[in-house]
């Protein structure tokens, strides 16, 4: 664990030269000290866990009245409260043995010409907090260049491009290295290539799967609580029956586990884990089918309200659906990429969340960091068509990427049923916004799709402060049809003149998408833009 990863960089400063063998002698002796204290949280972990045992202490009648229960809940409390402090306790102790360690390191090397140190790292400074990211910190910023320099990690500012930069330096062993050691931080990092990301996350995937499965058996032992609870208000007043808070948090767990798990399959299949997070928000991850470093083609879909981790196998299906249509569009020749982004939080619920633009604002920057860090890792600099594609509340975020300061790395935007674009101010009619207010990698007009059933109940929130409605005429985007009474989610039904359409755009075939027929049109001809040949 952390004195492996200590072990590998102290050997790789060794085979620079005497010079930075002061380095590696060091960091020796910071391996030393991180595996003894990793015996020392080991045996008190196992004392943690054997508490149950600890606690049948005599005089206390596990079957007999209130008072020895609570006695009984009195000891435990006690004792969990002992076994904390200690942890804490060594943990501080581990983390002031590898700062003075640090403190010694560092003023060894600055005056070493071959072992050029641009800054100090201390532990608990790390991107993956506490003792991993203090110790995988520290390993990163002391790689070894070819030239036998000390190369630095990138800024939490750098571009992705950047990153990539820095990372296409490093040797394949200290490429590798990195990702051994903190695979949780470079899995997750916009500018690695697609298939380092991927090697990461099959690290960490098998990990959270085994943690999720032990917090649901340690804090669920029985199972699965009684979804609703019953609370009687008094005499003649009645009762509520209200979701209990146990049975929320045992479901969220569960979903959690779900989604990882249908991922964890996904990949004996061919896709591709670029990105995974668990426990941020309702859980993220990013999946692919097919490698987008080396596409010619590949479209990213994201989808929307009450999207989360235990629904991503559904989200999935979706973007396979579309890499079918495209497939089949005829494109001609180059390869197919089909991302599933879930890489942000969308709001959980329709009412009470969706109508609001912070869910999108959040969302925006991961999403254009994500699709610059595609551009940047594309293989050999060269340039593919990426096309995004978002389902309702997510257009309103593609929108918020695309604009507010935002460049968004794509070619093509689709925005399925959508309230809102993500620009404008929809509830003041026509206020002037237009495709040109998207900023994409080329011109936005004529690269803006939109499409909405006219049985769908989503045009009840177009034109909110989402941003204005993306099929309105004065948009500017170009409207296709959708087959008559698609519902919400039927968008992506076997062979739908959306799903076609969508296909067309994804394999860059954008200008053939057909215009509605008259039973898809949005209400008055007068009142959309229909696509070329209307």
């Not at 032992?221 to 209200?242: N, Q």
């Not at 619920?349 to 969706?354: E, K, M, Q, R, S």
């Not at 394999?507 to 007068?526: E, I, K, M, N, Y």
Request: proline share 6%.
């Amino acid at each position: 664990m952390f004195a492996a990863a200590a072990r590998g960089t102290a050997a790789a400063l060794a085979g620079t030269g005497q010079a930075c063998g002061t380095a590696a002698s060091l960091l020796g002796d910071l391996a030393v000290a991180v595996r003894r204290t990793e015996d020392e949280l080991a045996a008190l972990g196992a004392q943690h866990r054997a508490l149950p045992a600890h606690l049948m202490t005599p005089g206390i009648d596990l079957t007999g009245p209130a008072g020895d229960a609570q006695r009984r809940a009195d000891v435990l409390s006690g004792q969990a409260h002992e076994a904390t402090s200690e942890l804490k306790r060594v943990e501080r102790r581990i983390a002031g043995e590898m700062n003075a360690l640090t403190d010694r390191l560092v003023p060894r090397l600055a005056g070493l010409p071959s072992c050029a140190l641009v800054r100090k790292i201390h532990p608990g400074t790390g991107g993956g907090g506490g003792l991993a990211g203090a110790l995988s910190t520290l390993t990163a910023a002391l790689l070894v260049g070819p030239d036998g320099a000390l190369t630095p990690v990138p800024d939490p500012t750098a571009s992705p491009g950047a990153v990539h930069r820095w990372w296409t330096g490093l040797t394949t062993a200290q490429r590798d290295a990195l990702v051994r050691a903190d695979p949780r931080h470079w899995g997750n990092l916009d500018g690695i290539p697609v298939l380092d990301r991927d090697l990461a996350n099959r690290i960490v995937l098998p990990q959270e799967i085994r943690d999720l499965r032990a917090e649901l058996q340690q804090r669920f032992p029985e199972g699965e609580p009684g979804r609703y609870r019953t609370t009687y208000l008094g005499y003649g007043t009645g009762e509520v029956r209200t979701e209990n808070p146990a049975w929320t948090a045992w479901d969220d767990l569960n979903q959690r586990l779900a989604g990882a798990a249908s991922i964890d399959q996904r990949l004996h299949h061919g896709y591709l884990l670029i990105g995974f997070q668990p426990y941020a928000g309702s859980g993220r991850a990013i999946v692919s089918q097919g490698d987008p470093d080396t596409a010619a083609h590949t479209s990213i879909f994201v989808p929307g309200t009450t999207a989360r981790l235990g629904s991503i196998d559904g989200d999935i299906e979706r973007s396979d659906v579309m890499g079918g249509s495209a497939s089949r569009s005829g494109a001609g020749s180059g390869t197919f990429a089909h991302v599933t982004w879930l890489g942000y939080d969308a709001p959980p619920t329709v009412l009470g969340d969706a109508p609001h633009l912070g869910w999108a604002e959040k969302g925006a920057p991961l999403l254009d960091g994500f699709a610059s860090g595609l551009r940047a890792t594309h293989a050999a600099g060269g340039r593919s068509h990426v096309t995004v594609v978002g389902h309702s509340y997510a257009a309103t975020v593609i929108g918020q990427a695309a604009s507010h300061g935002h460049r968004l790395e794509v070619d093509d935007v689709l925005m399925v049923a959508a309230a809102g674009a993500g620009v404008g101010h929809g509830w003041l009619g026509d206020d002037g916004t237009t495709v040109d207010d998207l900023h994409l990698s080329g011109p936005s007009r004529g690269h803006v799709y939109a499409t909405r059933s006219r049985s769908d109940p989503i045009r009840w929130a177009n034109d909110t402060h989402l941003g204005v409605d993306p099929t309105r005429a004065t948009f500017g985007a170009t409207v296709f049809g959708a087959s008559p009474g698609t519902t919400h989610d039927g968008y992506w039904k076997d062979d739908t003149a959306a799903l076609r359409s969508m296909g067309l755009v994804i394999a860059g075939r954008g200008p053939d998408v057909p215009p509605p027929t008259d039973d898809q049109r949005l209400g008055d001809p007068a009142d959309v833009t229909f696509a070329p040949g209307s």
